[in-house]
């Protein structure tokens, strides 16, 4: 079975200073990687996921995160955060085959980002 | 396009009161359809998964049960509620093909008291 770790449950950052949120896997199978953002009271939104090719992958909102098999890993990063990016962000994997698509998350780490 | 909606967004409920949630998706067709639970600082734990009418699979042993009674509908039901149910419940859905992500609706945040 899989496992996520995300090794920060928060991270305070001031604006535009540079963030890295990280995460690391577990798993004896190849897996799809994925970063979830949480605003409060809402669902999961889709920042970026990585399924194969480029291990550099970009999403929204100026958000990147690249995969490393060797130290499985897939930290997410943004050069320059602002006060909207206060959130809470889930890592999560799931197994690049079989029937059921079952996303495994982290804890999550709350990304506070003060003025 | 594809939507999921999700209700109550809110709910308080007694000890020992039932529990149903409702979860339906629109704009595709047999998707598998999960609910979870975000208890706080804990992530997101996977309570049940479904791959098509009347299939369901738990993962966590509990008082909670769910069903799908139509291709595109997952309810999420108790007859008893206990204290610990408390929590944020996610509906979520994602396509058959391998490679897609799961969307997830807005929640609903259930308080037993």
Do not use: M
Not at chain 2, 22 to 31: L, Y
Not at chain 2, 54 to 66: D, H
Not at chain 2, 71 to 86: E, G, M, N, P, W
């Amino acid at each position: 079975a899989q496992s996520v770790t995300q090794l920060d449950s928060q991270v305070p950052v001031f604006e535009e200073a540079p963030v890295e949120l990280r995460c690391n896997y577990s798993s004896s199978v190849s897996v799809y990687l994925f970063w979830y953002v949480q605003y409060p009271n809402q669902g999961l939104q889709l920042l970026l996921k990585y399924l194969s090719g480029s291990t550099l992958v970009k999403g929204i909102n100026g958000f990147e995160a690249e995969f490393n098999k060797s130290q499985t890993s897939f930290h997410l990063r943004k050069p320059s955060v602002h006060i909207s990016d206060t959130a809470e962000y889930f890592c999560a994997v799931s197994l690049s085959s079989g029937s059921a698509r079952q996303l495994t998350f982290g804890s999550g780490t709350q990304l506070t980002v003060l003025p | 396009s594809q939507t999921i909606h999700q209700w109550p967004a809110t709910l308080v409920q007694p000890v020992g009161s039932p529990l149903s949630l409702e979860c339906t998706v629109e704009g595709t067709s047999n998707p598998n359809l999960y609910w979870y639970r975000q208890a706080a600082g804990r992530g997101l734990q996977l309570l049940f998964y479904s791959v098509g009418i009347g299939q369901i699979s738990s993962e966590v042993p509990q008082n909670l049960s769910a069903s799908r009674p139509q291709d595109r509908q997952f309810i999420l039901s108790s007859k008893k509620l206990l204290l610990s149910d408390s929590g944020f419940y996610l509906c979520a859905w994602s396509a058959l093909t391998p490679n897609t992500e799961a969307f997830f609706g807005q929640g609903t945040r259930l308080t037993v008291v």
